[in-house]
Nanobody
Framework: QLEESGGGLVQAGGSLRLSCAFFGRTFSNWHMGWFRQAPGKAREFVAA????????DYEDSVKGRFTISRDNAQNTVTLQMNSLKFADTGVYYC?????????????????????WGQGTQVTVSS
């Protein structure tokens, strides 16, 4: 089970910090990702992090502005979002991708993810 928090309304240029709590399984067995969906658009990849935090990946438009991190002791993954733009508006979803089978990591592919949270709304006013 995944539960996102931290969404809200912010002015352009501002910051938000999203958190995702992971329940029910061993968190360190899972790569974690963040996706978002704007109104009328398809869901898109935002950022991801490997099971041990050793590697991260970002969608091009958020590089240098967003930072993904995880705390395996607290079973949480966080997305720090700075310099927010109107185009960042959407529902943000946390997702978990099983890392235990040792297969290659394809963080952009949402079909790789096994569990999804309910989402948290981020609205950036221009």
């Amino acid at each position: 089970q995944l539960e996102e928090s931290g969404g809200g309304l912010v002015q352009a240029g501002g910051s938000l910090r999203l958190s995702c709590a992971f329940f029910g399984r061993t968190f360190s067995n899972w790569h974690m990702g963040w996706f978002r969906q704007a109104p009328g658009k398809a869901r898109e990849f935002v950022a991801a992090i490997t099971w041990n935090g050793g590697d991260t990946d970002y969608e091009d438009s958020v590089k240098g502005r967003f930072t993904i991190s995880r705390d395996n002791a607290q079973n949480t993954v966080t997305l720090q979002m700075n310099s927010l733009k109107f185009a960042d508006t959407g529902v943000y979803y946390c997702a978990a991708d099983w890392a235990g089978d040792g297969t290659s990591w394809y963080p952009h592919d949402d079909m790789q993810y096994d569990y999804w949270g309910q989402g948290t709304q981020v609205t950036v006013s221009s």
